[in-house]
């Protein structure tokens, strides 16, 4: 099947992808697909295998998170995390927070004392503010085609969930399920990727423009929305014990290739992600009696899968 031409930098629309589509698509196919049809049917052309230089390699006891980074929105904080996984500088840090319908988060429990404080080694200890990313032609964006109340318009970049704003030329990664941040105090530029933070609640879209925001959970979510809950102010645990340790953070590009995730995104730029929106957006499915002809940016799957062979 021909992949459509995208074009960089401008609102593709859903409909124009589903036009990619063959014209005896609907013949061929006489009910509408699931999820899992269409997913079954993904040609290999439309999945991506992330770069291991933009994948974080999270070791809990219990199992494994992999976080792609999304150097295209926050650069200078990919750059860092790049040079803190490197130099080992979560490894024996712990998962420090998990606060219900909202985030879990980690990095040094003592970061905010100078005397305890781990040593960041050759990393950045300040960066500017990545709240957003100029719009700019190579920087790809598929528009959802409903309203959404947080963006003038939202859809998908490369992978990401994404709320733009034409008029004023920017673009960011939302608050949506999974999706990693980095923590920061008062100052719009106190945040150097030391204390990250995922999304397990409700979308807390509310954050979006207001904090830094550095890639998405591809693998492991379980593992830390099952976290239990810290009894403290905002879900911090109020006893070391109860933090999960981290065994290790590594860059993917770092390790041995036989280490490597071997994961694979289904490319939000293609047909088959135009139909599976589609397909959410109006459920097929016997049990539905009514189909919604909407859906919210963060009710949309981001399909990863193991890469298939060898």
Not at 152 to 171: C, H, K, M
Not at 204 to 209: G, I, S, T
Not at 293 to 302: A, F, T
Request: glycine share 10%; hydrophobic share 40%.
């Amino acid at each position: 099947m021909p992949r459509p031409l995208l074009s960089l930098g401008i609102a593709v629309p859903l409909g124009a992808l589903l036009a990619a589509l063959p014209a005896d698509a609907e013949a061929a196919v006489p009910e509408p697909r699931t999820m899992d049809a269409i997913l079954a049917q993904a040609p290999a052309g439309d999945w991506r295998s992330p770069d291991p230089e933009n994948l974080l390699v999270m070791t809990l006891d219990a199992g494994r998170v992999v976080i792609e980074l999304s150097p295209d929105h926050a650069p200078e904080h990919v750059a860092n995390l790049r040079i803190l996984a490197r130099e080992g500088y979560f490894d024996g840090l712990s998962i420090n927070r998990a606060q219900d319908n909202f985030v879990v988060q980690w990095g040094d429990p003592y970061g905010d004392d100078p005397a305890k404080a781990r040593p960041l080694g050759s990393a950045r200890t300040s960066l500017p503010a990545e709240f957003s990313t100029p719009i700019r032609d190579e920087l790809p964006f598929v528009r959802l085609p409903d309203v959404d109340g947080w963006a003038p318009e939202v859809g998908f970049s490369d992978g990401f969930p994404v709320g733009r704003d034409p008029a004023a030329g920017i673009q960011w990664l939302a608050h949506c399920y999974g999706i990693v941040g980095a923590g920061r105090g008062n100052a719009p530029d106190s945040s150097n990727g030391t204390g990250l933070y995922v999304v397990i609640g409700q979308s807390p879209r509310q954050l979006d423009l207001n904090i830094t925001t550095v890639g998405r959970v591809l693998e492991g979510m379980p593992l830390l929305a099952a976290l239990p809950r810290g009894q403290g102010p905002g879900g911090f645990y109020e006893e070391p014990a109860l933090r999960t340790p981290i065994r290790r953070i590594a860059l993917a590009a770092a390790l041995p290739e036989a280490e490597r995730p071997r994961l694979e995104r289904l490319d939000t730029a293609s047909p088959s992600f135009a139909a599976l929106v589609e397909a959410r957006r109006n459920r097929a499915e016997a049990w539905y009696l009514r189909q919604a002809g909407h859906i919210d940016l963060c009710n949309v799957p981001l399909p990863v899968r193991e890469r298939p062979g060898r």
